[in-house]
């Protein structure tokens, strides 16, 4: 015990202060000050995809919603005791989850290999997924959030 101890170093016997980060010898820089004022909160690593594509507020809106999962699906409503079951209406087989309804289900599932987007595909991989034609490269994130709106207006 006293050789854990002793690699532990010591404390300094300073009184406490709080000190910003980015700060030089105990003093605040503009810069530093500047990135605390104008810092957003964490950010989600794909909202670039979504929020830059050149697609109707709401469809942007929705693509953020795919992302975190909070789309109104009946197994997320089901969580939240607002529904009494989740099967899909569709297909009649599975739980509609937000990955069911917009990749996984049998009316929606072939529509992405015909893509040339690989499988298999979630609302978290699908920003990272590219299309097979390079063409389509340069829209393709306003092409992919059209496409899971279309769907979610289709089924629901
Ligand atoms: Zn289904």
């Not at 909160?41 to 594509?53: I, L, Y």
């Not at 009946?74 to 099967?87: G, I, P, T, Y």
Request: glycine fraction near 2%; aromatic fraction near 8%; charged fraction near 25%.
């Amino acid at each position: 015990m006293e050789l854990l101890l002793a690699e532990i170093p010591s404390l300094h016997h300073d009184e406490d202060a709080r000190v910003l980060r980015d700060c030089v010898d105990k003093k605040a820089l503009t810069s530093s000050i500047y990135k605390l004022l104008t810092f957003a909160g964490t950010r989600c690593p794909v909202q670039a995809q979504f929020w830059s594509a050149k697609a109707p507020h709401k469809v942007r809106l929705f693509g953020w919603l795919v992302a975190k999962d909070r789309v109104h699906s009946k197994a997320n409503l089901l969580k939240k005791h607002m529904r009494s079951e989740d099967v899909c209406e569709l297909c009649h087989k599975e739980s509609e989850t937000t990955n069911h309804l917009l990749f996984d289900c049998c009316r929606v599932a072939a529509l992405w290999p015909a893509l040339g987007v690989s499988q298999p595909l979630c609302c978290r991989s699908i920003w990272d997924a590219k299309p097979a034609s390079p063409t389509a490269d340069g829209c393709w994130s306003t092409v992919l959030l059209l496409l899971l709106w279309r769907i979610w207006n289709h089924r629901h």
